[in-house]
């Protein structure tokens, strides 16, 4: 079976982000005035189901994705999911000239040197970037993306089971740069080099787009569940209530006197989690030095960071007090992302205070929906597809 297929006209698609903490499920339609968000939901994944980015759980899985749609009232449909993990590779990389059919002969060859996991259990897709890499003769730039063959045919079996059309499966940044192009320039992704942090529960993942182009993706596993940890030990309480006092008491602080004005517990998870901020703050310096490093060209617009601007998504970019801190750690303008914002969807009729609340977990999910709806855009081969 091939995911894919041809661009058909479709009224409306879901998005399924499913994550190792939480299930975020989005529904646009198509309308006379371009696309809509029609609902949008969440809720936890069962415990143990997802391990490295494979559901090992599919039925648990289908089953609470299903109570979701029920909840929605949503029947089924067109659906995209994604897949997101240390193990997922996407890359550009140089490669010697030749055809499209000659490549896609040798694909899984020339993957070997670039993933970590045996090609032969693998999904491995490509696109062409640069026919002629300048100052390289007779080689060519690739993006190439591969993931685990268990990790898409986990996804799909899931959308299968919860009742649901499988459309395609495809890799996180990709519905990350989609989502974001959607604002209609609210962002500024044209010209400009972008950090995307997508902070989810056990990763987060940093992505980085130049002139709306993908260049770059890194997973540090450094997220919400690492500062949640973090909070337990320092304070010696559950895991239950650590969650509890990081979503609602605990503020991110840029100074002890700004610490001072939290009761005592909110202090400690605070001062708790620092170190982890900081790191993750080492990670994408890290990430910029090494794409500075491949231009050989620093982006002049960019400042001394290597970046023009910074955005976080995911459910741990919520943390109230982390835009600003990040803002005073790395010196350059940074946002939460609300792809609701404004753009090309539209979202008038849905609960303005949840998707405040929500938005930052929801990129991603509309990103994936979006790839079924917007039929002008092209189809990336960011998209590991299960043929079947």
């Given at each position: ?30 309308t006379?005035?371009?696309v809509?968000?029609?609902?949008a ?109 268990d ?29 974001l ?45 690492a ?19 990081k ?56 400042g001394?960071l ?29 946002s ?11 979202a ?15 990129l991603?999910g509309?990103?994936?929906?979006l ?18």
């Amino acid at each position: 079976m091939g995911i894919l297929g041809k661009l058909v006209s479709r009224s409306s698609a879901v998005g399924l982000d499913i994550g190792s903490a939480g299930i975020k499920l989005v529904q646009l339609q198509r309308t006379k005035d371009g696309v809509a968000l029609h609902k949008a939901g969440s809720a936890p994944t069962p415990a143990g189901a997802m391990k490295a980015g494979v559901i090992v759980d599919p039925l648990a899985t289908a089953q609470a994705v299903r109570s979701l749609l029920e909840a929605l009232q949503i029947e089924g449909g067109p659906a995209v999911a994604g897949v997101a993990g240390p193990t997922v590779v996407v890359r550009e990389v140089p490669l010697p000239s030749m055809s499209d059919r000659q490549l896609r002969k040798s694909i899984q060859w020339e993957a070997r040197n670039y993933i970590s996991f045996p090609v032969e259990d693998s999904v491995v897709e490509f696109e062409v970037l640069d026919r002629e890499m300048e100052g390289n003769a007779g080689q060519m730039k690739v993006m190439l993306v591969a993931a685990p063959r268990d990790m898409v045919d986990s996804q799909v079996e899931t959308l299968e089971l919860a009742g649901l059309e499988p459309m395609a499966v495809e890799t996180q940044p990709f519905a990350i740069m989609r989502g974001l192009s959607a604002t209609n320039g609210h962002y500024q992704l044209t010209g400009e080099t972008t950090a995307v942090l997508e902070m989810g529960a056990s990763y987060t993942e940093i992505t980085i787009i130049k002139g709306g182009q993908f260049v770059l993706s890194r997973m540090i596993p450094i997220a919400g569940n690492a500062f949640t940890e973090a909070i337990k030990t320092a304070l010696e309480i559950s895991t239950e209530e650590a969650n509890e006092l990081k979503e609602k008491a605990m503020r991110v602080v840029l100074s002890e006197e700004e610490r001072a004005t939290l009761d005592p517990a909110a202090q400690q998870a605070s001062r708790a989690i620092e170190p982890h901020l900081d790191e993750v703050i080492r990670e994408l310096r890290r990430s910029l030095a090494y794409y500075d490093y491949q231009q050989q060209q620093p982006d002049a617009t960019a400042g001394d960071l290597g970046v023009a601007q910074i955005l976080l998504s995911g459910g741990s970019a919520r943390l109230p007090g982390l835009l600003e801190y990040f803002q005073a750690q790395l010196g350059v303008p940074v946002s939460v992302v609300n792809v609701f914002a404004q753009g090309e969807v539209q979202a008038r009729g849905v609960n303005q205070e949840y998707l405040e609340a929500q938005a930052p977990s929801l990129l991603v999910g509309t990103g994936l929906a979006l790839r079924e709806l917007l039929l002008d855009a092209p189809k990336d081969s960011g998209s590991p597809e299960d043929h079947q």
